[in-house]
């Protein structure tokens, strides 16, 4: 069974760096073909593609946020971190990330998500 | 960047069919996933691969893609239904997700 679960601050101030944790089991980012995936959902909005990491750490980013994001990969401790530079209100949303295998099978399982509020 | 557009809302009868659709440039050259979002849970993958449903999903989800539009279908819509949903497709090595959909079961 695939399971995967987000942790991190869930409040930050504005200009700060956000680093969120993804901690999984059921299966190895060491397998071809498996990708560990962050979105986010501002409150009341629809889901947002952040990043998504391989198997074999080849990484992809969101164009429109590229610049504020690094995604990287443990496979011992089984865990994805994603930071997020220079964090805005307009930031504040639930993070979540999920498990893919290959780009066109979807999303297949997803953590529970993660409120992060950016405040001062 | 690749956008992807749903209609704000859809609203069906218990029993009826449900049709979502989302347009995209030349989508048919891409492959469509779509996810339901229940209020205060995660997403759930319905559909990928613009047909194929994961283990689990009743069989009264379908989907299909031709043209600019790929479309989620629910037939026989039950109360359960109701949710948010949002498709997704992969376009110049990222992803990308609708706008999404709210459907209603009146």
């Known amino acids: 069974q695939i399971t995967l679960k987000e942790s991190g601050p869930t409040l930050v101030k504005p200009t700060q760096t956000l680093t969120l944790t993804c901690t999984f089991s059921g299966f190895s980012l060491s397998t071809s073909g498996v990708g560990v995936d962050w979105i986010r959902q501002p409150p009341g909005k629809a889901l947002e593609w952040l990043a998504l990491?391989?198997?074999?750490?080849?990484?992809r980013y969101s164009p429109s946020l590229k610049s504020r994001l690094t995604i990287t990969k443990d496979t011992s401790k089984n865990q994805v971190v994603l930071t997020m530079t220079n964090m805005d209100p307009v930031d504040t949303a639930t993070y979540y990330c999920?498990?893919?295998?290959?780009?066109?099978?979807?999303?297949?399982?997803w953590g529970q998500g993660t409120t992060v509020t950016v405040s001062s | 960047s690749y956008e992807l557009t749903q209609p704000p809302s859809v609203s069906v009868s218990p029993g009826q069919t449900a049709s979502i659709t989302c347009s995209g440039d030349e989508f048919e050259y891409k492959y469509a996933s779509w996810y339901q979002q229940k209020p205060g849970q995660s997403p759930v993958l319905v559909i990928y691969?613009?047909?194929k449903r994961p283990s689990g999903i009743p069989e009264r989800f379908s989907g299909s893609n031709s043209g600019n539009t790929a479309t989620l279908t629910i037939s026989g819509t039950q109360a359960m239904d109701e949710a948010d949903y949002y498709c997704?497709?992969?376009?110049?090595?990222?992803?990308?997700f609708g706008t999404g959909t709210k459907v209603t079961v009146l």
């Open positions: 997704q497709a992969w376009d110049s090595s990222t992803y990308v």
């Open positions: 691969q613009d047909s």
């Open positions: 999920a498990h893919s295998l290959t780009t066109i099978k979807g999303m297949d399982v």
């Open positions: 990491i391989y198997w074999d750490d080849d990484k």
